[in-house]
């Protein structure tokens, strides 16, 4: 529950909208106060009154029940007490029936969204570089789905160029047939390098002349691209299955081959396409913008021009209310400049298109960067992971049972964890070491906490009661009040495409729910103050997991 929203409903400011009001309330700096306050300061003006006066009228006119059991003004501030034991009865009961669905709403239904996301390029390295946009977008893809939104997950595979032309080219050159099917993207992945280090002028124009060859249809070259292709998805759903990720349509830039003329007929009709050196373009120079290119001098179609049908394409089959791109900064004037020429077509639907742009995560392991001309796969980064994760497992637990499982759990959960922490338009170092630390803001230290939560209500063996009239204490208090909120953050997160708030979210509950335990004895308790604290216990593990599942992270019963 909205708590500020409640009191900014319930107060009545001439000339001053709730909005104002919500924004203005704030937590005072000490609990003993009130929870919530509202400074009076800034309304002086225009109701031409003291603070003072303002927050004694105001006190006076607020009708306290069951949510706000005290209102009182103190020198300009309006202050709040909620009901604490109201909130606690019904914040936990609320929790305790709703399961792995608290947290959840319907505020989506009847309305799609569309994510792009990951969208990898076939035969090229699954790397360090698509960690962000795979579980960003598969965070928001859950996210929206708890919401109540109709979703459709779209991995925009990067199948379409004369790439594919170099790899067969190298392919018949160099290549095994049964090399390349067990060493799978790999040997792919070797062919097409080879061929870029160690092509002769001649390669060139048969490579040229093999992709003319799929794009005309031939049997041969379109058996041998499709193979490529499925040995890269056969290999990246490996991937996806360790990250919890799903996609319910794998249509790549190939799809739309045959759905880029009439979009190309339709900006000539509009009077869009202009002549430049040969080539066909949008010009946006009004707009502040270099020309979106639309064919090359040789009749070439573009990345854009794709992205332009793709985006027809999905307006047509999902009639989407938003349709969001989970892609790197460093493609923001394209979609800039492709928004805009759906814009200029007349869609009215440009407004509901969303570039999610994040920024770019780099290694603090230097022996493994990029710039050194090795490319860091993403499989190796998560295999590290847990590897490290069970070291960490097995020097602090050694006769843990399936530590393996749990090592995996952990080490993945920390890769995910350590990509949607931040604010996801900074760039980011990642360092192993930390995104496994137990003390850190990571997953691992939630994953701790729920497993410390696990063990105290396994000790406990009985099947908790909830008190209905429990007055909890201040550590009790700030866990009850940050579980009430849970649902806020996810709609956050959601509205804002910022999964770190959930992420945030989780550390908080986390720390909170420590202090509690730390400062407050559980099982050792007696009567109503045990049954709440175990009730408490189990509504704090239920969120947390509910957080980080959001995340596409598992929770170990036992660390
Ligand atoms: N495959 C592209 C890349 O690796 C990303 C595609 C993003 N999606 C899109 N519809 N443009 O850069």
């Known amino acids: 529950m909205d708590y500020k929203q409640y009191i900014a409903e319930r107060l009545n400011v001439a000339d001053v909208s709730a909005e104002e009001i919500y924004t203005a309330i704030a937590l005072p700096p000490n609990s003993e106060m009130g929870d919530y306050a509202l400074p009076c300061f800034k309304f002086a003006k225009v109701l031409r009154k003291s603070p003072v006066a303002i927050a004694e009228d105001l006190k006076n006119s607020f009708v306290c029940d069951g949510v706000i059991s005290e209102v009182s003004a103190v020198n300009g501030y309006l202050n709040f007490k909620i009901n604490k034991i109201g909130l606690a009865a019904a914040t936990l009961k609320n929790v305790l029936s709703a399961g792995e669905n608290y947290g959840s709403a319907q505020i989506g239904k009847g309305k799609t ?101 799929i794009e005309s ?125 759906l814009e200029l077509m007349g869609k009215d639907w440009a407004k509901d298109m969303v570039h999610v742009a994040y920024g770019m995560v780099s290694l603090e392991d230097g022996a493994m960067s990029t710039r050194k001309g090795k490319v860091v796969w993403l499989e190796d980064v998560i295999a590290r992971c847990e590897e490290k994760a069970y070291a960490i497992i097995d020097e602090k637990n050694k006769d843990l049972e399936n530590k393996r499982e749990i090592a995996t759990t952990v080490g993945v959960g920390a890769v995910i964890f350590g990509a949607l922490y931040n604010n996801k338009i900074k760039d980011i170092t990642f360092s192993y070491d930390k995104v496994l630390s137990f003390e850190g803001e990571t997953s691992v230290y939630v994953q701790y906490t729920c497993a410390r939560a696990n063990s105290v209500l396994l000790k406990s063996g009985v099947k908790e009661t909830l008190p209905e009239n429990y007055l909890p204490n201040a550590q009790e208090s700030e866990v009850v ?34 202090k509690f335990y730390i400062d407050c004895k559980i099982i050792t308790a007696e009567g109503e103050t045990k049954d709440f604290r175990l009730a408490l216990t189990r509504a704090a593990l239920q969120t947390m997991k509910n957080a980080l599942s959001l995340l596409g992270i598992g929770i170990p019963e036992k660390m």
């Open 113 to 213: 969204i569309c994510i792009d996301y990951s969208s990898v390029n076939v035969a090229k390295p699954f790397h360090i570089g698509h960690l962000s946009t795979t579980v960003i977008g598969g965070a928001l893809y859950k996210l929206f789905k708890y919401l109540g939104y109709n979703v459709v997950g779209i991995n925009h595979l990067g199948d379409y160029g004369t790439q594919f032309g170099k790899l067969i080219c190298a392919y018949k050159k160099w290549g095994d047939k049964d090399e390349v099917q067990k060493g799978g993207i790999h040997a792919i992945n070797d062919l097409y390098v080879r061929f870029n280090n160690e092509a002769t002028a001649e390669m060139e124009s048969e490579a040229r002349e093999y992709f003319r060859l």
């Open 481 to 514: 009040k940050l579980i009430a909120t849970f649902p806020d953050a996810v709609k956050e997160a959601a509205e804002k495409y910022e999964p770190s708030v959930v992420a945030r979210y989780a550390v908080d509950l986390a720390q909170k729910f420590n």
């Open 217 to 341: 249809g031939d049997k041969e070259a379109n058996e041998l691209f499709e193979w490529f292709k499925s040995l890269t998805l056969e290999y990246v759903k490996t991937i996806y299955e360790k990250l919890n990720i799903t996609f319910d349509s794998y249509a790549g830039e190939r799809f739309y081959t045959d759905k880029m003329q009439p979009v190309i007929d339709e900006l000539k009709a509009k009077n869009l396409l202009k002549e430049s050196e040969g080539a066909q373009i949008v010009d946006l120079d009004e707009y502040g913008m270099p020309p979106c290119l639309i064919l090359r001098s040789d009749g070439a179609s573009l990345y854009a021009t794709r992205d332009l049908a793709a985006a027809v394409y999905r307006k047509n089959t999902y009639d989407f209310y938003k349709c969001l791109y989970v892609v790197a900064y460093q493609q923001n004037l394209h979609f800039k400049q492709f928004f805009k020429v």
